[in-house]
């Protein structure tokens, strides 16, 4: 753990490390509700949704990689069991007991919408006071906000077809 680098932290360290752990379980739900949505997916517009999922699925894996960085740096352990996601998630897991594309879509939008209040929240909390974990969340909340938009986009387009057929 970096001695001078944590002390430039202006804000509760104990605190920030549970709250990017809060992040990183989140991040794990996220990446496998993405990743198992892409295997078991039905209906119209199949193909295309898979890419989104595949590549949503590869981001959130990548986010929970920053935030494991960060957390490490900040001295503290990220979360090592996997039932332990549950207890920490900010936004839960949607699981695709039913797997058709309009509500795979849906569960998938509403995660977004949830992780870019919890990054949007991150970001109040460190602008101040920890410039290195706002400038991690600051790209992860891009993400997000690139995600809701091509799911949005890609529920639009199912609408727009079902409407016409
Ligand atoms: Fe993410
Ligand atoms: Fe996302």
Not at 58 to 66: F, N, P, Q, T
Not at 94 to 122: H, T
Request: glycine share 6%.
């Amino acid at each position: 753990m970096g001695k001078r680098g944590r002390e430039i932290v202006g804000m509760d360290v104990g605190k920030l490390r549970d709250t990017l752990n809060k992040a990183f379980a989140d991040e794990w739900l996220a990446y496998y509700q993405y990743w198992i949505g892409s295997k078991v997916i039905k209906g119209p517009m199949k193909e295309a949704v898979i890419a989104e999922l595949v590549q949503h699925a590869a981001d959130e894996l990548r986010h929970s990689e920053m935030l494991t960085t960060r957390i490490i740096q900040l001295g503290g352990t990220p979360v090592i069991k996997p039932e332990d996601w549950y207890k920490f998630t900010n936004c839960g897991y949607e699981a695709p007991e039913d797997p058709f594309v309009r509500i795979i879509l849906d569960q998938n939008i509403k995660g977004e919408q949830c992780a870019i209040s919890v990054y949007n929240r991150l970001m109040e909390e460190t602008k101040d006071n920890d410039p290195v974990t706002y400038n991690i969340v600051l790209q992860i909340l891009q993400d997000e906000v690139e995600h809701e938009e091509d799911l949005q986009a890609l529920l639009e387009d199912f609408e727009a077809m079902m409407k016409h057929a």
